[in-house]
Nanobody, 126 residues
Framework: VQLQASGGGLVQAGGSLRLSCAASGRSFSSYAMGWFRQAPGKEREFVAAISWWSGGSTIYADSVKGRFTISRDNAKNTVSLQMNILKPEDTAVYYC???????????????????WGQGTQVTVSS
């Protein structure tokens, strides 16, 4: 399984970015997917996750709830993260990840995710 994240960049506070993660393999649609982020000097933290089926249940970190939206397209093997009203504290490397267990909802714990993309940098200027 390979995950390729893209869409990061530099944006001003209040702006928007859309991250995408392309997954290889035929089993993509069977697994929950998540987004995590890691700022310099900090631990990797949960951002959002979506259950295995398209249009399925979603969960968000409190810090991004109402501003970020996770979605998936199982026909294209992609998961996206729409980020609106970005804040300087959103600056981090963002990682997509595939849950270790098939047929589940997303989870908050990074230890539940087995495969990780390489990360894409998001920088929000004030």
């Amino acid at each position: 399984v390979q995950l390729q994240a893209s869409g990061g960049g530099l944006v001003q506070a209040g702006g928007s970015l859309r991250l995408s993660c392309a997954a290889s393999g035929r089993s993509f649609s069977s697994y929950a997917m998540g987004w995590f982020r890691q700022a310099p000097g900090k631990e990797r933290e949960f951002v959002a996750a979506i259950s295995w089926w398209s249009g399925g249940s979603t969960i968000y970190a409190d810090s991004v709830k109402g501003r970020f939206t996770i979605s998936r397209d199982n026909a294209k093997n992609t998961v996206s993260l729409q980020m609106n009203i970005l804040k300087p504290e959103d600056t981090a490397v963002y990682y997509c990840a595939r849950h270790r267990d098939g047929g589940t909802s997303g989870s908050y714990d990074r230890l539940d995710y087995r495969y990780w993309g390489q990360g894409t940098q998001v920088t929000v200027s004030s």
